[in-house]
């Protein structure tokens, strides 16, 4: 791809971010994101509902306010799945966009042998309030705002492992918007953030790291991870994007000997429609964890600091 020469583009593809800023107006400027993928659940409704969900998440993380959004899908034309589906799949994906005050106005639909939806959204934002992953301080307190282990149970669900119950716990946790999340830190003021997806939360952390130039101390006791994902764990349920991602990290990231295996499977594993990972002034923590907690965010948790590391490093020790 040739450079990007357009000095209105506040963040680009070369930043590794979350979402695209450019700038429109010396107060205002837009932020543009896309996300789809194949179904991680047997419900059609549900799976749009999360597809969208995950999709408005990139704008959510940079501190933006999602607007418009263009439906993208794929869907096997003539069977063997009636065209009722693809509805349901758009009809999750339009009620949770509305519900976060988004408006779908239109779309692109191909003819594909496995179906796939997601969302392309158009936010605003302030250009000088960008939360970019790339401004961690020294001393940061480091917020996670959704439990790990979503992967693992999305893998077990297609495996056969999990019970209805499970299914409609981890469903609420990836359809739970990260709409008060973001609204609660940029009231506070925060110094970046980013939204735990694909990368896991030890990628996505690295990227924080390495765009920073700082190191970060992780506590895994303080990490909220979703009971279910332990005997999965134990089942051989494990995407392979978790090995793709510990492979990422794994010279990077400095394991305590008494934090397992199966623990640092859960850093590495691949979440979808994840919770905000969000770097806040220690002098600030108190102050975002209490509009956190009055805007109904059920997880909110200080799990680590960002530290002084040349290397970008991160550290895990299980207290």
Same mark, same amino acid.
């Given at each position: 791809?040739?450079?990007?020469?357009?000095?209105?583009?506040?963040?680009?593809?070369?930043?590794?971010?979350?979402?695209?800023?450019?700038?429109?107006?010396?107060?205002?400027?837009?932020?543009?994101?896309?996300?789809?993928?194949?179904? $991680?659940?047997?419900?059609?409704?549900?799976?749009?509902?999360?597809?969208?969900?995950?999709?408005?998440?990139?704008?959510?993380?940079?501190?933006?306010?999602?607007?418009?959004?263009?439906?993208?899908?794929?869907?096997?034309?003539?069977?063997?799945?009636? $065209?009722?589906?693809?509805?349901?799949?758009?009809?999750g994906g339009a009620e949770k966009a509305a519900e976060a005050g988004v408006s779908i106005v239109g779309g692109?639909?191909?003819?594909?042998?496995?179906?796939?939806?997601?969302?392309?959204?158009?936010?605003? $934002?302030?250009?000088?309030?960008?939360?970019?992953?790339?401004?961690?301080?020294?001393?940061?307190?480091?917020?996670?705002?959704?439990?790990?282990?979503?992967?693992?149970?999305?893998?077990?669900?297609?495996?056969?492992?999990?019970?209805?119950?499970?299914?409609?716990?981890?469903?609420?946790?990836?359809?739970?918007?990260?709409?008060?999340?973001s609204e609660a830190m940029v009231e506070v003021g925060v110094d970046a953030c980013t939204d735990v997806t694909?990368?896991?939360?030890?990628?996505?952390?690295?990227?924080?790291?390495?765009?920073?130039?700082?190191?970060?101390?992780?506590?895994?006791?303080?990490?909220?991870?979703?009971?279910?994902?332990?005997?999965?764990?134990?089942?051989?349920?494990?995407?392979?994007?978790?090995?793709?991602?510990?492979?990422?990290?794994?010279?990077?990231?400095?394991?305590?000997?008494?934090?397992?295996?199966?623990?640092?499977?859960?850093?590495?594993?691949?979440?979808?429609?994840?919770?905000?990972?969000?770097?806040?002034?220690?002098?600030?923590?108190?102050?975002?964890?209490?509009?956190?907690?009055?805007?109904?965010?059920?997880?909110?948790?200080? $799990?680590?600091?960002?530290?002084?590391?040349?290397?970008?490093?991160?550290?895990?020790?299980?207290?």
């Amino acid at each position: 791809m040739p450079p990007i020469t357009d000095p209105n583009v506040i963040v680009g593809r070369d930043a590794a971010d979350d979402a695209a800023v450019y700038k429109l107006a010396p107060d205002l400027a837009i932020v543009q994101t896309v996300d789809y993928f194949t179904p $991680i659940v047997d419900d059609p409704y549900d799976f749009g509902s999360i597809a969208a969900a995950n999709a408005l998440s990139d704008v959510y993380a940079m501190g933006g306010q999602p607007l418009i959004a263009l439906n993208i899908a794929g869907f096997p034309s003539g069977g063997p799945l009636p $065209i009722s589906v693809l509805g349901e799949i758009m009809r999750g994906g339009a009620e949770k966009a509305a519900e976060a005050g988004v408006s779908i106005v239109g779309g692109h639909t191909i003819d594909d042998k496995e179906p796939k939806y997601g969302l392309s959204v158009t936010g605003i $934002i302030h250009p000088d309030k960008v939360l970019k992953n790339s401004g961690a301080r020294l001393g940061d307190d480091i917020v996670l705002t959704k439990p790990l282990g979503i992967g693992i149970i999305t893998t077990g669900i297609k495996r056969s492992l999990v019970d209805e119950k499970t299914v409609r716990k981890v469903v609420e946790v990836m359809t739970t918007l990260n709409k008060a999340a973001s609204e609660a830190m940029v009231e506070v003021g925060v110094d970046a953030c980013t939204d735990v997806t694909g990368f896991g939360l030890l990628g996505h952390l690295r990227e924080v790291t390495l765009s920073s130039a700082v190191g970060a101390r992780l506590r895994f006791a303080d990490i909220p991870v979703l009971p279910e994902t332990w005997d999965l764990v134990g089942k051989g349920a494990v995407p392979g994007g978790a090995q793709r991602n510990r492979d990422f990290i794994v010279d990077s990231t400095i394991f305590d000997p008494d934090v397992t295996l199966e623990q640092q499977t859960a850093l590495c594993d691949p979440q979808t429609s994840g919770g905000l990972l969000i770097f806040v002034p220690r002098g600030r923590t108190e102050k975002l964890l209490r509009s956190l907690e009055a805007k109904g965010v059920g997880v909110r948790a200080v $799990i680590g600091e960002i530290v002084e590391d040349d290397h970008a490093r991160i550290w895990v020790a299980s207290h």
